[in-house]
């Protein structure tokens, strides 16, 4: 069975009351992400702080729920940038999330890729999201959060080896040149090692299924991979999720997510919010 990547998911559905809002949006690709890019804030990157109660913004699964939000503190259309405060705070899956519920409701294949970007800091692999459109037989991968960015290179269609999809990713780890601690999550010291490259990997093969989890949502053995507990069994699932990922056929994407303990629970596809941890990832 083939996955419709034009059609909405579980967290990328606009509601039809929502579909106002969203007629001034440009209907190239690239602009649509240009006008995402405007509308959230990283809670370390807003001028003023953030007060602790808007914190939980960031625990918002669906688009709908990222459209409420935004029109709560400003009920201007989303093609309308958002100055640094009145934007809802998120982290890159939150751009993504939502560049990616757009450009489907326009009929434009997408999804969010989960994974790392190695161009934030020399020699490390940092935990990031981005979107990848299909356009001319090939997905193109765009960096919605940092879009335009001198830092990132060609931010609107990344080369290769600029971001690396939590199977790419693995797949460079597993042939030994490179040093799993150098993968994780910036600005916090626990989120580092290879438990990271395989939950990025576990939550990009959701996100092929069109369920895009929060950056902290976890399940199956997903603990006891960040815990050092498992062992080769575990690698050579991640080996064959990571070979069905990069083949991009549908039909191994679905099999191997049917395999025991990678399937996302209901409770995480039911409800749309979560109490954050004690220390959620910026």
């Known amino acids: 069975m083939d996955i419709d990547y034009a059609e909405p998911g579980v967290f990328t559905t606009v509601s039809p009351e929502q579909v106002p809002l969203t007629k001034g949006?440009?209907?190239?690709?690239?602009?649509i992400c240009a006008a995402v890019r405007q509308?959230?804030?990283?809670?370390?990157?807003?001028?003023?702080?953030?007060?602790?109660?808007?914190?939980?913004?960031?625990n918002i699964r669906p688009a709908s729920g990222l459209i409420d939000a935004l029109t709560a503190i400003d009920p201007a259309p989303l093609h309308v940038p958002r100055p640094p405060d009145k934007r809802v705070?998120?982290?890159?899956?939150?751009?993504?999330?939502?560049?990616?519920?757009?450009?489907?409701?326009?009929?434009?294949?997408?999804?969010?890729?989960c994974g790392f970007g190695t161009y934030f800091v020399p020699g490390k692999n940092l935990d990031h999201w981005i979107i990848e459109y299909r356009r001319d037989g090939r997905?193109?991968?765009?960096?919605?959060?940092?879009?335009?960015?001198?830092?990132?290179?060609?931010?609107?269609?990344?080369?290769?080896?600029?971001?690396?999809?939590?199977?790419?990713?693995?797949?460079?780890?597993?042939?030994?040149?490179?040093?799993?601690k150098l993968f994780g999550v910036p600005g916090v010291d626990h989120a580092w090692g290879v438990g990271e490259i395989r939950g990025n990997l576990m939550r990009d093969l959701a996100s092929m299924l069109k369920i895009e989890t929060l950056p902290w949502d976890e399940w199956g053995r997903m603990e006891d991979s960040y815990q050092g507990r498992t062992g080769d069994d575990f690698d050579e699932l991640m080996d064959r999720i990571a070979d069905a990922c990069g083949t991009d056929d549908p039909a191994a994407v679905q099999a191997i997510y049917a395999a025991e303990d990678l399937a996302?629970?209901?409770e995480v596809t039911r409800y749309p919010l979560r109490p954050c941890p004690g220390s959620c990832p910026t």
Do not use: K, M, N
């Not at 809670?43 to 913004?57: F, I, M, S």
């Open 25 to 31: 949006l440009p209907d190239e690709p690239v602009g």
């Open 39 to 58: 509308l959230f804030i990283q809670a370390t990157d807003a001028p003023a702080g953030v007060p602790e109660e808007r914190l939980g913004e960031r």
């Open 89 to 113: 705070v998120g982290t890159c899956r939150h751009w993504s999330t939502l560049a990616t519920a757009l450009l489907r409701q326009r009929g434009i294949a997408a999804r969010a890729r």
């Open 139 to 180: 997905w193109v991968r765009v960096d919605v959060e940092h879009l335009w960015r001198p830092y990132v290179p060609q931010s609107d269609d990344l080369p290769p080896g600029a971001f690396l999809t939590g199977g790419e990713a693995w797949q460079w780890y597993r042939t030994g040149e490179v040093d799993g």
């Open 264 to 266: 996302v629970p209901e």
